[in-house]
């Protein structure tokens, strides 16, 4: 390069150089604190390879500002040099030219010196700062200001800001719209991840007045389908010694191929028509697999509802039977004060009542005890667990809590393996911190009784003479009982202390989870009974899912108690933001050592069908001893005049009139023994199979007599040759309720002699 080339670049520089510099010295005058990403009074470094001015703490007094810029003249005018003088400092010039560039003209950074205004949102490839990175922002009341800093631990990562209050409400204000049309675009997203399955959603063109809109409201068709598929296949090989001898042949080959399909189809068609589809290739009868178009129009519509597929007539007279299953359309209409229902259909399915004697014509359902519903029915609290047996001690009628008036409302929230990685769900959903002992005395929840009680039975305490327990009118849930003040439980939902989380989760160990939910829907996921404090699951959750809830009640005496933040859902929904807080009823991968494994309900069994009938439903217990044919009477034990198993494990307490007179017939009450609509007998004590039946035998072969649910005492006679706690230990499994489901399977033989079956009956199909 010619050495006039060099000096017109070298010029060039200096001169940009003094240009930057003289705009520098304006800012550091005039610009407010903060400006250029720096903080107050601090100015970048002036450097070249022979000085290097640093101005730290203070701002710079003008006489050196003036100085360093007769620095940078003196350079330009010494750029004009001779060949010779070139030659000399080229070197120089040269390293001079490139650390002045870099230094006033730096690459373009990605990221502020100073925070943002606004929440930064990242792009999803990068991910999201962990805990330690904090974003504060504090209001100073005296100076109506806004201080908003960025922090690793106390530690400024990003220079802070002070707005005033009118500034602070702006930023604000373009917040709320930014997120509020970002969550707008996501939920019309047909990409969002919705529950487990496939989901489709389309927006209908044409707007609010094109003629969709008018049929079906909304312009918006949404369906999700889920479901499974399991086919097996393998192959026989058979072989025959009489047809290798005659035929020469070795043998045959065969393939053996098996399906199964389970599929759901729901959504809606604008927010009209709802569709939905249920078929199963396991259900035990036909009528179980379903298909239901409906249409609901708006309150001043004619058009009411329209149902189209499996339909249901429900008529209040009495000449024209109800409960009848179709197949076809049915209408509603309402023209002003007249309302008109129309059906066109075929009878798909009809009840019959038949008396069979020596033989079955019904399909019978054979259940052992270890087949309750498992990881489906659920306990609010430890109070309601106490007070189960208590509440069903009446014949026919249900007895609240002493303390408890009713349960106004409950928010049911689960967490599943799908929620893990999602961005983008449409259901309501929370980041949370869930509690077993929210609300509960902490040894409830924590504390360990002698080897296989915990939880719940070892609250229970010591028997007592009425055929309850010590405990059994345990405390109603409360802010009052539980361990945690209000320091703890503001640290645990702000989500910035460590220290808190790890100590909480040390104490509960297996009663602790910090994990997202998704809020289910009532009548749709879950039924819940506000008298007796349980509910129960549309579907059995899996080991690797989480539930939890939130409730309020009100007392005897009136007042309101809520336990865990009901209606106060996050809308960050953010990892690292802030949280609610939960009552804890199952964790993952549950285990018997676990403090909630009492909570679950093990003394529900689904017989199958739906809309069973009184008329028609027959129920039997029955003990098939080996060598012997079944029973309903234990074959060495009598029970006052020979009462049968039925009566004696609360499930035949009253005849037909309802007087407290056992028939030897199952007592039809639903909500009390038995869910009609979906097919499910309850027995009205927590294990009926386990301490309850050994309760029965202990008492009645050691006193004479013994204790029956409704608390009536029973001469008990032993005509076999078993001590008490032989005869106990024999009839009695109390492991049933102590071990998961599945080991129980595995050492089944005794407790399989109990047979809970229709044997003899005939249901309504």
Not at 67 to 85: P, Q, Y
Not at 513 to 531: C, H, I, M, W
Not at 709 to 737: C, D, H, K, M, Q
Request: a negative charge; one cysteine or more.
């Amino acid at each position: 390069m010619s050495a006039p080339v060099r000096h017109l670049l070298a010029g060039a520089s200096f001169f940009l150089a003094g240009l930057s510099l003289l705009a520098l010295r304006a800012g550091a005058v005039e610009a407010e604190p903060g400006a250029f990403g720096l903080p107050s009074g601090q100015l970048a470094a002036l450097a070249d390879t022979d000085t290097v001015a640093v101005f730290g703490g203070q701002n710079p007094p003008a006489s050196s500002l003036d100085s360093a810029l007769a620095d940078v003249l003196d350079l330009v005018n010494d750029s004009m040099l001779t060949d010779e003088d070139e030659l000399a400092m080229a070197d120089t010039v040269e390293a001079d030219t490139l650390l002045r560039s870099r230094t006033f003209f730096p690459s373009v950074r990605r990221d502020g010196y100073g925070v943002a205004l606004q929440p930064r949102r990242l792009p999803r490839i990068r991910g999201v700062l962990g805990p330690y990175w904090q974003r504060n922002v504090r209001l100073d009341s005296t100076a109506y200001q806004y201080a908003i800093r960025e922090t690793i631990g106390n530690t400024d990562v990003r220079t802070p800001a002070v707005l005033s209050l009118d500034s602070f409400l702006v930023a604000r204000r373009q917040t709320t719209v930014r997120d509020g049309f970002r969550e707008l675009a996501s939920r019309r997203n047909n990409r969002g991840q919705r529950r487990s399955g496939l989901g489709i959603t389309v927006d209908v063109p044409g707007g609010q007045n094109s003629t969709f809109s008018t049929i079906f409201g909304k312009n918006e068709v949404d369906l999700r389908v889920n479901g499974t598929s399991t086919v097996d296949v393998g192959a026989g090989y058979d072989t025959n010694e009489l047809q290798q001898a005659q035929s020469g042949r070795s043998g045959s080959f065969s393939p053996d191929f098996g399906q199964e399909l389970n599929l759901n189809v729901a959504g809606t068609i604008g927010d009209k028509l709802r569709i939905n589809v249920n078929y199963d290739t396991q259900s035990q009868f036909d009528f179980e697999n379903r298909v239901s178009l409906v249409y609901t129009g708006y309150e001043d519509d004619i058009i009411q509802r329209v149902e189209a597929g499996n339909v249901f007539l429900q008529t209040p007279s009495e000449l024209i039977r109800s409960g009848q299953r179709l197949f076809g359309i049915r209408t509603d209409l309402q023209f002003g004060p007249l309302a008109l229902t129309a059906v066109a259909s075929q009878q798909d399915a009809q009840s019959n009542e038949v008396v069979i004697d020596g033989g079955s014509q019904a399909t019978p359902f054979d259940l052992d005890p270890f087949q309750y519903e498992s990881d489906t029915h659920f306990f609010i609290g430890f109070a309601f667990h106490n007070w189960w047996d208590a509440a069903h001690r009446r014949p026919g009628l249900q007895v609240l809590h002493p303390n408890l008036q009713l349960i106004e409302d409950i928010e049911v929230w689960k967490h599943d393996q799908s929620l893990n990685n999602a961005t983008e769900i449409r259901d309501e959903t929370t980041w949370a911190v869930a509690l077993a002992d929210l609300g509960e005395p902490a040894e409830v929840a924590i504390r360990q009784g002698p080897e296989d009680e915990i939880g719940g039975k070892a609250y229970l305490g010591e028997p007592t003479e009425n055929g309850g327990y010590a405990n059994e009118v345990a405390p109603l849930p409360s802010d009052a009982l539980h361990r945690y003040d209000d320091a703890t439980l503001d640290a645990l939902r702000a989500n910035t202390d460590a220290t808190v989380y790890s100590d909480v989760a040390d104490n509960l160990g297996t009663g602790f989870a910090n994990r997202r939910f998704r809020k289910l829907v009532e009548g749709t996921d879950y039924s819940f009974d506000p008298q007796l404090g349980w509910i129960s699951l549309t579907s059995a959750l899996t080991d690797n899912e989480v539930l939890a809830v939130s409730y309020r009640y009100r007392t005897s005496a009136g007042d309101i108690v809520t336990v865990g933040d009901f209606g106060d859902a996050t809308r960050e929904n953010s990892q690292t933001g802030p949280r609610i807080l939960l009552k804890l009823l199952r964790n993952d991968s549950p285990i018997q050592t676990d403090p909630l494994w009492d909570l679950t309900m093990r003394n529900i069994y689904r017989v199958g069908g739906r809309s069973l009938s009184a008329a028609t439903f027959d129920f039997k217990l029955e003990y098939d001893p080996p060598g012997a044919s079944p029973q309903e009477e234990f074959p060495d034990i009598t029970f006052g005049e020979n009462l049968t198993l039925l009566t004696l494990l609360g499930l035949d307490r009253v005849n037909a009139q309802g007087q407290a007179t056992p028939d030897n017939e199952f007592d039809f009450q639903p909500g009390l023994t038995i869910d009609p609509v979906r097919g499910r007998v309850i027995f009205p004590m927590r294990q009926p199979f386990g301490d309850f039946i050994e309760r029965l035998i202990l008492e009645g072969l050691t006193d004479g007599q013994t204790q029956t649910l409704s608390g009536t005492p029973i001469l008990v006679t032993n005509t076999g040759s078993r001590s008490p706690a032989e005869a106990a230990a024999e009839y009695s499994f109390p492991e049933l309720y102590d071990l998961a489901q599945s080991a129980i399977r595995n050492r089944a033989q005794k407790i399989s002699r109990y047979d809970i079956t229709n044997r003899a009956c005939t249901c309504c199909f």
